[in-house]
């Protein structure tokens, strides 16, 4: 069985990223917070993790709804799990419910008569963050909005680079009118401003999450696109590219095996800051009212309710603390990749 | 907006604040222009207020005099109540605040549809108004009036002191001019065009004080159709093909009590009062219109409205939202009692606001489903939990129209076992995820909405229609294009409301003449033989008391068609103000909107300046010592089925 071997050049780039101590925790955390979205359902959700009913375990979590029936209650709709806890709590008849550490969902709006939300943080009632205007709890909608948010800037940095890294290639590659034309083109639509087509576009038409992306790339691709056509055209000249062009290696090959691996380099170097700038531009359409369609639990959402309600503190600050670790996190890991890839490293001048 | 039923016929009709917000967001929208334009040096090198003379025509040709026909019986009005306090006082300076500014002074035309053109039009006065109490006809310019026999004519006697804000006095040759200015293609307002063409014929001159207005037909409540308001003609002269743009920034004359005496573009508007008005000490307007300066000040978000008037830069703030009456009126200024608050009750035309379901939906055909949608709704929740019981459940469409609301309508209210009966009857069984279904069916429709305040009631609806099998897909656009969606009907559910007018409107929303095509106001594409029967005999109806009783059946028989689910209410007022501003006993009318409004030659004015007091708070701030809170409520004029 072959061993996966990388090659010792990646290995020190590596050892050298993991060496920047401030990259490579935000990494870990960055990953954690990925994958504790990831699984979101399990720890912060308003149905229950477990249900022990009349003898019989029920895991409600994923799948379709248990109507209140299920449990011998007297409504035809999606249990409530908080209240069903209660209830058994108060019945004492040996059922059970184990709920997630933030019983509350995304959506799940949490009204108490007498009292108007926002509520503050209350570890009793578990809304760690407080809740928002509506009663929705702002840690669980951080969360949500978390995953879409990240889920959206990947996806975004997807489309970007894919459209952008073919065309920057193929620009430097084969120069002449073919670039020429190009540029002009991206000259053109680069003074389109991107931000109000995006808002004309969205207040005509919902954009659901992919269209949102789409929309976005159209003008998101242009960025990495100067810079793969600059590195391309410094790799075509290369003595390895002329030396496949002897041995009658076609465009397509010498671009996609001999080129493309010699400029991943910038492109990781490029995708962290990729990635943050997805996450504010969703953040500020959502904020603008322009993003995802409401009731979609989004960062910019709850900092415009955290900028109409500045007396409700919790939610302006979870929101805040939370883009900055993002955001921070994320710069860092960037820093850390570029310094690991820099070529100055290895070079000596003596 | 071109059929007249979110622009009210009338100018000075009531306005809902839905559409307020329509055209705030819509100009917010067009700001960016305005921005544009003020980068234009040569657009308006001299920033002051041009003076009244821009344009004065030659003394336009004298049009024929008629004889006056024998046997008119003149009628006033000047035993009505008066509703201004005579304690008021005259002074001081009143700052209010503009979302945006407006994008021209013109008040007819490309972009005169803001919410600033009421600032203009208020203060041009008609023949004769509304007393907002009595609903009876009261005197503006002209002090006496007749009906003809005929029923669609009715005779003015002019005020013969009345005089436009140049000097010149204000004669039967204005209003002649009115039609040929409203009828002119020059001002590009193909409604205005139409509406003085179709509704009202002529206007005949007896002598310079004296003229009759003929309207098209005979219609119900005649003097609302024609009591219209004077043109300058010595201003305006001979209109031309550069009228749009020549008169973007022109100050008109008027005749109210106040008129733009400077501006700046893009920041600030100041009305002044007129020296000596020419009606001061006319029964309904004494002791009215107090203050002497009136100043618009562009603040371009709300939140931040709020903040320059907690820092004394604006005089009054509406508290209507209910996060602003309870939460963030928990502030210094007003627990030290500096800025009083007040809770005044109307009884005035509510707006139909809620949901309006599409009936040429396939879902909506069929009248249990919609029925069961209306018992989905729990607007009680949203009132009680979200609005914290500050709003009212709307139980009809038409409500305070007096006689002609129907008082034993009921809305459909939240009930689980209801919707269950109905879906179940209509041969619906729930899916797997808790939500309605038949064949490929799945109930689940789409909400359009556009205002942002509104997502929170959205949400909780949202909520508790999904234990009632039903899933609410809300869409929030843009005013424009949220409106555009709904009169095209591309709607499925449209979460909106209408402007009012003083008398009920049926044909517009529910004549089958009005369904099924687009840019109509029937937006549930109601089409039912029998209510087209109704409205019809409702509209071609002269007799005040069979139209009630007409407007009393229509209402029913929408409540029984069950396409539309009313929300909301809010039959009050609620304004923030600091202490040195007075208001009378009761301190509005029946039909006051806003108790600092300064021009509405109805219900404004009626507040006043009170400098002692203002030195007063001024120096309790300095020493930091308090009054107490102050929150008056006044319920004279509460609806009675509120009480």
Not at chain 2, 524 to 529: M, W
Request: with cysteine; aromatic share 14%.
């Amino acid at each position: 069985m072959p061993r996966f071997q990388l090659n010792p050049l990646t290995r020190r780039k590596i050892r050298r990223f993991r060496s920047i101590r401030r990259g490579w925790w935000s990494l870990v955390i960055f990953t954690f917070m990925m994958v504790a979205a990831l699984a979101a359902e399990l720890w912060v959700n308003d149905r229950a993790l477990v249900v022990r009913y009349q003898e019989n375990f029920y895991f409600p979590t994923y799948g379709a709804p248990l109507p209140g029936t299920t449990f011998g209650l007297d409504y035809a709709y999606e249990t409530d799990y908080r209240d069903l806890s209660r209830r058994f709590t108060a019945a004492g008849e040996g059922n059970w419910v184990l709920m997630p550490p933030v019983p509350y969902g995304p959506y799940s709006t949490d009204l108490r008569d007498d009292l108007f939300p926002p509520f503050a943080p209350d570890w009793h009632q578990r809304h760690f963050f407080g809740t928002d205007t509506v009663g929705r709890d702002v840690l669980a909608r951080l969360v949500y909005g978390f995953r879409i948010a990240i889920f959206f800037s990947l996806g975004l940095l997807v489309v970007n680079y894919a459209i952008g890294v073919s065309l920057g290639c193929a620009m430097g590659y084969f120069g002449g009118r073919f670039d020429l034309f190009f540029q002009r083109l991206i000259e053109i639509w680069s003074n389109v401003p991107f931000l109000y087509v995006i808002i004309i576009i969205s207040s005509i038409a919902v954009p659901n999450f992919w269209i949102l992306v789409l929309i976005m790339a159209i003008f998101g691709w242009i960025g990495i696109t100067w810079t793969m056509r600059t590195v391309t055209y410094k790799e075509r000249e290369r003595d390895y590219v002329l030396a496949a062009r002897v041995l009658g290696a076609s465009h397509g090959r010498i671009i996609l095996r001999h080129i493309l691996p010699n400029t991943v380099a910038v492109i990781v170097t490029y995708a962290p800051f990729s990635v943050s700038s997805g996450i504010v531009a969703l953040t500020s359409l959502d904020y603008l009212g322009f993003g995802l369609p409401p009731p979609t639990p989004s960062w910019g959402e709850l900092l415009a309710q955290g900028w109409t309600y500045m007396s409700a503190w919790w939610i302006v600050a979870s929101v805040v603390g939370a883009m900055v670790v993002t955001l921070v996190a994320v710069t860092f890991i960037g820093e850390a990749v570029r310094e690991a890839l820099d070529p100055k490293l290895y070079t000596t001048y003596e | 907006m071109k059929n007249g039923a979110v622009m009210p016929i009338n100018p000075k009709s009531t306005k809902d604040p839905d559409f307020k917000a329509i055209l705030i967001f819509f100009l917010i929208a067009l700001s960016l222009l305005i921005t544009a334009c003020d980068g234009d040096p040569s657009a308006d090198p001299d920033r002051r207020a041009e003076t009244e003379t821009a344009k004065v025509a030659a003394s336009p040709a004298r049009r024929p005099r008629q004889t006056l026909p024998e046997g008119i019986v003149w009628q006033t009005n000047d035993t009505d109540p008066v509703f201004a306090s005579p304690e008021a006082v005259r002074g001081g300076t009143l700052h209010e605040a503009l979302l945006s500014f407006p994008l021209t002074f013109r008040t007819v035309g490309p972009d005169s549809n803001s919410s600033f053109r009421s600032a203009i039009l208020d203060n041009q006065l008609s023949l004769v108004g509304i007393h907002p109490n009595t609903e009876k006809i009261i005197p503006e310019l002209a002090t006496h009036w007749a009906f003809d026999d005929d029923r669609r004519t009715m005779y003015f006697k002019l005020d013969k002191r009345a005089r436009w804000s140049d000097g010149h006095p204000v004669t039967a040759d204005d209003f002649a001019y009115t039609l040929d200015f409203m009828r002119s293609e020059h001002i590009v307002a193909p409604w205005y065009n139409d509406y003085y063409s179709r509704e009202i014929e002529r206007v005949i001159i007896y002598d310079d004080h004296t003229l009759a207005v003929v309207a098209a037909r005979p219609v119900p409540d005649l003097h609302l159709r024609i009591a219209i308001a004077p043109t300058p003609e010595h201003f305006y002269g001979q209109l031309g093909d550069d009228f749009v743009m020549a008169y973007n920034w022109k100050i008109v004359p008027n005749t109210g009590a106040y008129q733009i005496s400077d501006f700046e573009k893009g920041r600030r508007v100041r009305f002044k009062r007129k020296a000596n008005w020419w009606a001061e000490d006319r029964r309904y307007f004494k002791h009215r219109f107090n203050v002497d300066t009136v100043v618009f000040t562009v603040v371009r978000d709300f939140n931040l409205m709020w903040e320059y008037f907690k820092k004394r830069r604006l005089d009054t703030f509406a508290l209507n939202l209910p996060a602003y009456w309870h939460v963030k009126s928990k502030t210094d200024v007003i627990e030290k009692g500096y800025v009083e608050r007040i809770w005044f009750f109307n009884d005035t035309q509510q707006s139909a606001q809620g949901l309006w379901l599409n009936l040429d939906r396939e879902i909506f055909a069929d009248r249990r489903v919609r029925y069961a949608f209306a018992h989905a709704m729990n607007i009680e929740k949203v009132i009680d939990q979200v609005l914290r019981g500050d709003f009212y459940r709307l139980e009809h469409g038409f409500m305070g129209y007096g006689d002609y609301s129907n008082p034993d309508i009921r809305a459909r209210r939240f009930d689980l076992g209801k919707v269950e009966a109905l879906m179940t009857d209509a041969g619906w069984q729930r899916g797997t995820d808790g939500i309605w279904a038949r064949g490929d069916q799945r109930f689940a429709v789409e909400v359009t909405y556009s205002l942002e305040e509104h997502t929170a009631r959205l949400v909780v609806l949202r909520e508790e229609a999904r234990k009632a099998g039903i899933e609410l897909e809300l869409r929030r656009l843009d005013a424009t294009a949220a409106y555009k969606k709904v009169l095209e009907k591309k709607h499925d559910v449209a979460w909106m409301g209408w402007s009012t007018s003083l008398r009920p409107q049926y044909w517009e929303h529910f004549h089958s003449a009005n369904a099924h095509k687009p840019q109509t106001n029937n937006i549930t594409n109601t089409d039912d033989p029998q209510m087209d029967r109704l409205i019809d005999a409702y509209r071609n109806s002269l007799d005040a008391g069979q139209r009630a009783a007409l407007s009393r059946q229509i209402q029913e028989k929408i409540h029984e068609i069950g396409a539309f689910v009313p929300t909301f209410m809010v039959p009050y007022v609620r304004q923030a103000y600091w202490r040195w501003w007075c208001l009378p006993d009761p301190a509005g009318t029946r039909h006051t909107g806003d108790l600092f409004d300064p021009f509405s030659s109805a219900t404004g004015g009626l507040f006043w300046y009170d400098a002692e007091r203002r030195t007063e708070t001024e120096a309790a701030m300095k020493g930091d010592h308090g009054f107490g809170p102050v929150t008056r409520i006044d319920d004279t004029y509460k609806m009675p089925s509120l009480r």
